[in-house]
């Protein structure tokens, strides 16, 4: 199948981080694609990709960068498609630079920034976008929710019926 989401990282070093965002599309079989880019180190061949993605097929852009992170902002200047940016955290600021670097993008250029080192929930985001006029991902969705739902429902029993002191004793094993 063709992807339809874009996972783009700044560098491999991004790369444990945005391995969340691949983990959550493969559980709702939404094909995707992986690469890493970098607005400052090599800009000219990010921008050809963000500019060629809508016409590949693609739905959807995830970019996380750490820093002075330019890239999902860069990708946003060069398609309509819809870019989700993940702040990657840094040792020097601890993500609040990449935060503040994806999130305050001017009027006119929208990222839907997640928060810091959030690709998960960038991945979750591009499977809802998607779900949008694909059922079967919908579905697929749905199913996630459920499930999730259910699991805490199923704590709450639990710390109910056996207490706080032994539900932290055994989750601390
Ligand atoms: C950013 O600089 C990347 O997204 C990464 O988070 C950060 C550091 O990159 P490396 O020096 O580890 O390649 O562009």
Redesign the pocket.
């Known amino acids: 199948m063709k992807p339809q989401v874009a996972i783009i990282?700044?560098?491999?070093?991004?790369l444990e981080v945005m391995s969340e965002a691949a983990k959550v599309l493969d559980e709702l079989i939404v094909p995707y694609e992986t690469a890493i880019l970098?607005?400052?180190?090599v800009a000219q061949e990010t921008a050809d990709f963000a500019k060629s993605a809508k016409q590949k097929g693609f739905k959807v852009l995830i970019a996380?960068?750490?820093?002075?992170?330019?890239?999902p902002g860069s990708i946003a200047s060069v398609t309509t498609l819809p870019v989700i940016g993940v702040p990657?955290a840094?040792k020097s600021l601890e993500g609040l630079d990449?935060l503040l670097s994806i999130v305050q993008m001017p009027p006119g250029v929208p990222v839907a920034t997640v928060g810091i080192n959030g690709a998960k929930n960038a991945g979750l985001l591009a499977a809802q976008i998607i779900a949008t006029f694909d059922t079967s991902v919908a579905k697929n969705l749905s199913e996630y929710k459920f499930k999730q739902k259910e699991d805490v429902l199923l704590k709450n029993k639990k710390l109910h019926q056996v207490g706080w002191m032994k539900y932290l004793k055994e989750k601390r094993k």
């Open positions: 990282m700044g560098s491999d070093s991004d970098s607005t400052h180190r996380g960068a750490g820093g002075a992170a330019a890239l990657i840094t990449s």
